[in-house]
């Protein structure tokens, strides 16, 4: 098979979705894709496929409407993701904490890696933030392709094999004095 | 049955910075229907401005209703806040407002028209310009401290005073960068390829222009008449040498040409106020609380904004109602939206430079 492990690593591609910002923090994003600090020599891209990114960047504090597109595009994203809050009202509210249609920041409604603060978080804050994300997905992408057991070890009694509750729940681990 | 087909952008696309859902109607190529949807990004500040923050905090409030023309907002309604109070500001404390508006109004621009290009297929203007627009970035965070946001404007003045040494380096990186953008306007004339993808492609008559009460670049492209710079007596700018620029073609092309010719004009605003900007402090201490009601406009670089202010003689204030330039340009954009080529639909609402975030607020 195709080993997808090496590309990923050169070049994470990112999703870009404003959950409410102020168009700020968007557009140091866009900037870290100009010239100046062009973050494509990490292999970044920007794409508008959740289907094909790895790193989520998310600006905005989360508002009534935008939550549902938020969770949507993050099921959407395929194992493994990184999520990251590029602002402060992403990270906690900010500005806009506590106002009627607001939802207090990201980590509310999905698991947040990497916070980056600043209002508007400039660029270099941003691809620091994004070095570190790459760190995160590396050890994420270590952690999927470990191997583990699906079936604990068959019983055998009076010469009879039992393969009955062989099968491991979701999320259980096998006892090492059963094995 | 039926023959058309209905194709959304939106509300998270590769070629939109900001949430907005479009619902073209399309016949073969061409739209025959427009829907739009802009509450994605609502989050209810002006609500916030009378239950949360008082007077003099909403200044800074206010900025993060949009980031491209945060300095605009906070000036707006300064003006109007300083007009309830009664309070007269330096003439220092004005020109250095204009400098920052009209910075402002220059990156803006610029990345309207890079991003324009990119919607249109020409990556390498989008690098091009969006390389140079750092210039801009480093002017305003030597000035201010921060590359966007920076919260400048202030309640009886501005909030920090420039050197000579200072003044002496934008000066040098405004001359460059006038070079540059008479580069781009050679190139937005002469390009073949950017021609068959701007000139004649999403037209908006003078007729319609006036008929849908359009504001901005987008009815200055028109013919229109229509700058509030012109219109208003609280900031200097007449003085500084502001010249009102107009098209009369209305497609993208136009639009663009309106876009440079004010990117020229602004530098040449900035050259002048620093070459004469005169002495004085820069902050006034204004005491007293807001009381009555006014309206204030200023031209953000999209279009005219307009704030009403009402106050009731405490800190808190009765209502701030924001009118944003978008808002007003949306029946404009639909009906240009009609009889155009889907494959153009990005770029034509690139040209339209809408920001969401100020029309929701």
């Known amino acids: ?179 | 049955m039926k023959k058309t087909i209905n194709i959304p952008i939106g509300s998270q696309h590769i070629a939109l910075l900001e949430p907005v859902r479009f619902k073209f109607e399309c016949e073969n190529e061409k739209i025959v229907g427009v829907g739009s949807d802009v509450g994605f990004v609502h989050r209810g500040i002006e609500k916030a401005c009378t239950t949360k923050f008082k007077f003099d905090g909403i200044g800074y409030v206010v900025a993060r209703v949009c980031g491209l023309c945060a300095i605009t907002h906070s000036m707006t309604y300064t003006a109007s806040i300083e007009k309830l109070i009664g309070g007269e500001i330096t003439q220092k404390a004005k020109y250095l407002r204009i400098l920052l508006l009209e910075l402002d109004r220059v990156h803006s621009h610029m990345l309207c028209l890079s991003h324009t290009c990119e919607n249109a297929g020409f990556e390498a203007m989008f690098m091009r310009i969006m390389g140079d627009r750092e210039d801009i970035m480093e002017i305003q965070e030597l000035i201010t401290g921060n590359r966007v946001q920076f919260d400048y404007i202030s309640i009886g003045g501005v909030n920090r005073d420039i050197d000579a040494a200072q003044a002496k380096n934008i000066l040098a990186k405004l001359e460059l960068l006038k070079h540059k953008v008479l580069g781009y306007i050679d190139e937005f004339t002469n390009n073949w390829s950017l021609s068959l993808k701007f000139k004649g492609i999403g037209v908006l008559t003078l007729d319609d222009a006036y008929r849908f009460n359009t504001i901005g670049p987008l009815a200055r492209a028109s013919g229109l008449q229509a700058d509030v710079r012109n219109e208003i007596d609280y900031l200097p700018y007449d003085e500084v040498g502001f010249n009102m620029q107009t098209h009369s073609d209305g497609d993208i092309n136009a639009r663009n040409l309106v876009r440079l010719s004010e990117l020229l004009n602004s530098i040449e605003m900035c050259n002048n106020i620093l070459e004469g900007l005169p002495e004085g402090e820069i902050f006034t201490k204004l005491k007293g609380k807001p009381k009555g009601d006014t309206v204030v406009r200023f031209e953000a670089p999209r279009g005219e904004l307009m704030y009403y202010v009402k106050g009731n003689g405490s800190a808190m204030l009765d209502r701030v109602r924001i009118k944003t330039p978008t808002f007003s340009s949306i029946p404009a954009f639909s009906h240009v939206f009609m009889g155009a080529d889907y494959a153009d639909a990005p770029a034509i609402l690139a040209s339209f430079d809408p920001c969401l975030s100020c029309t929701a607020k």
């Open chain 1, 1 to 179: 098979m195709f080993d997808f492990k090496p590309i990923r690593k050169k070049s994470p591609w990112i999703l870009h979705y404003n959950a409410g910002s102020c168009n700020g923090c968007d557009i140091e994003i866009l900037a870290c894709l100009s010239p100046k600090y062009d973050i494509e020599r990490f292999g970044v891209i920007n794409t508008g496929n959740p289907k094909q990114s790895d790193v989520f960047l998310v600006t905005g504090p989360v508002t009534f409407r935008s939550r549902e597109r938020l969770i949507e595009l993050y099921t959407q994203m395929p194992e493994p993701k990184v999520v990251m809050a590029v602002g402060s009202c992403t990270c906690t509210g900010g500005v806009f904490r506590d106002m009627y249609n607001v939802e207090d920041g990201l980590d509310r409604y999905i698991p947040v890696d990497v916070y980056v603060p600043g209002c508007a978080s400039s660029p270099e804050l941003i691809i620091d933030g994004l070095v570190k994300a790459l760190e995160i997905l590396e050890s994420k992408t270590k952690e999927i392709e470990k191997p583990f057991k699906l079936f604990r070890n068959e019983t055998n009694k009076d010469g009879v094999v039992n393969r009955r509750n062989s099968a491991l729940k979701v999320g259980e681990e096998i006892d090492d004095e059963e094995n």
